[in-house]
């Protein structure tokens, strides 16, 4: 099957019988992934699947060590090898027949491939052919830490607001919540030539979208009466997958 749109090659290369540290006797499937590319990408794969001609279906028990195991990097135009471990305890034999399912994400393809292997009519190691391989888009979320990066350098203040207040703004960041439902907002304000506030301040700070419609604010006020020419300032506020919807944030003062 025809698997060069995710840039990699699959293969299994052969099957081992060993004994784990664990004292669990097991059979060991390599599979050999091989960077089609010029340049250095990720892959993650899922734990196996097999299932035996007798309709009998098996997950993989654990990850060989020392090898690519579920997530990994693979330098351009080479590869590496995975081992996928299945307990004799549960997989008893190998059998002509059998078949092995995989899946593998391609992140920054943004695809996700269905490969199945297939054991052919030698009683040997070999072959085994892959004989499916389905592929579907998905939906790339970045991290927290990458959304966070990049909406913090995407942060606007209006400084014509803050120097007919009377203050600079500095030191702004964003973090995004680990379920992208918040936004928090921090950074410092002090007065431009002195110590004290002439009145309260009030801070606000707005997410937009791609189309620049509004996706959430909030605000924090910095009192005059306690102001000793230096703070921090913290301004939270929630909206559904705003982490992931907004792209740039915009802080600046007001009156408080």
């Given at each position: 099957?025809n698997?060069e749109?995710?840039?990699?090659?699959?293969?299994?290369?052969?099957?081992?019988q060993?004994?784990m540290?664990?004292?669990?006797?097991a059979?060991i499937?390599y599979?050999?992934?091989t960077?089609?590319d010029?340049k250095?990408?990720?892959?993650t794969?899922?734990?196996?699947?097999?299932?035996?001609?007798?309709?009998?279906?098996?997950?993989?028990?654990?990850?060989?060590?020392g090898?690519?195991a579920?997530h990994?990097?693979i330098?351009g135009?080479?590869?590496?090898?995975?081992?996928?471990?299945?307990?004799?305890?549960h997989?008893?034999?190998?059998?002509p027949?059998?078949?092995?399912?995989?899946?593998?994400?391609?992140?920054?393809?943004?695809?996700?491939?269905?490969l199945?292997?297939?054991k052919g009519a030698s009683?040997?190691?070999?072959?085994?052919a892959?004989?499916?391989?389905?592929s579907e888009?998905f939906?790339?979320?970045?991290?927290?830490?990458?959304?966070?990066?990049?909406?913090?350098?995407?942060?606007e203040r209006?400084?014509?607001?803050?120097?007919?207040?009377?203050i600079?703004l500095?030191?702004?960041?964003?973090t995004?919540?680990?379920?992208?439902?918040?936004?928090?907002?921090t950074g410092e304000?002090h007065v431009?030539?002195?110590r004290s506030?002439a009145r309260?301040?009030?801070?606000v700070?707005?997410a937009?979208?791609?189309?620049?419609?509004?996706?959430?604010t909030?605000?924090c006020?910095?009192s005059?009466?306690t102001?000793?020419g230096?703070?921090?300032?913290k301004?939270?506020?929630?909206?559904?997958d705003?982490?992931?919807?907004?792209?740039r944030?915009r802080v600046f003062?007001k009156p408080?």
């Open positions: 099957m698997v749109q995710s840039g990699f090659g699959f293969q299994i290369a052969h099957v081992q060993a004994t540290q664990g004292g669990d006797d059979f499937i599979l050999n992934i960077n089609l010029p250095a990408r990720v892959i794969l899922s734990k196996a699947t097999y299932v035996t001609t007798g309709r009998e279906q098996l997950e993989q028990d654990v990850w060989l060590t090898y690519l579920q990994g990097r330098k135009n080479a590869h590496r090898k995975s081992g996928l471990v299945f307990y004799k305890s997989l008893r034999s190998i059998s027949g059998d078949s092995l399912y995989i899946e593998v994400e391609v992140p920054d393809r943004a695809l996700k491939l269905s199945r292997f297939e009683e040997g190691n070999m072959p085994w892959l004989c499916g391989a389905d888009e939906d790339v979320r970045p991290t927290p830490r990458v959304a966070s990066k990049a909406l913090t350098k995407g942060i209006l400084e014509v607001f803050e120097e007919q207040l009377g600079v500095d030191k702004l960041s964003l995004v919540s680990d379920d992208y439902t918040w936004l928090t907002v304000v431009a030539g002195g506030l309260d301040i009030k801070l700070a707005v937009y979208d791609s189309e620049g419609s509004i996706l959430g909030g605000d006020v910095i005059a009466q102001f000793l230096l703070d921090v300032f301004i939270a506020f929630w909206a559904r705003i982490g992931l919807l907004a792209r944030i003062p408080g």
